[in-house]
């Protein structure tokens, strides 16, 4: 990976920008309301933040993963997806348990493995992404 390509970037943050809308609602919609403790409202309108500020915040973690996958050399699939993988549960799902577990979050080991598991495979993605779209 010599150059980072902007389209790689774009496109790896609208797949995991939709499959984070997919995960979270469709998916796993109820589950995610009850670790919450709130009732399940698949019709309810979401504030334009939820929608903007998750995909900044997923296309911050492209570029980062981007950068970081050029300085490292990254130069297989196999080695992207791992990449990926290291990154998700190293950082990014560890991360999401860690702000799971605080005292406003009702069930807060199962809210951190709902959402780990998102960013794990998510980062997976990520890195796959890029390397093909090199």
Known sequence: ?????PWGIIAA???VSVLGGVWF???FGKTYAAVLGRDYDPKAKLAILFYSGTMICMLISVVTS??????????SLGTAAGFG???GFGYLGANAVNMGINPNIPRPIAYGMLSAGYFVLSS????VT?????
């Open 1 to 5: 990976m010599n150059r980072i390509n």
């Open 13 to 15: 943050t609208i797949m």
């Open 25 to 27: 609602s469709a998916i």
């Open 66 to 75: 981007a950068f970081l996958m050029r300085a490292l050399a990254i130069s």
């Open 85 to 87: 993988a290291a990154v």
């Open 124 to 127: 997976v993605l990520i890195g």
């Open 130 to 134: 890029l390397y093909w779209l090199r």
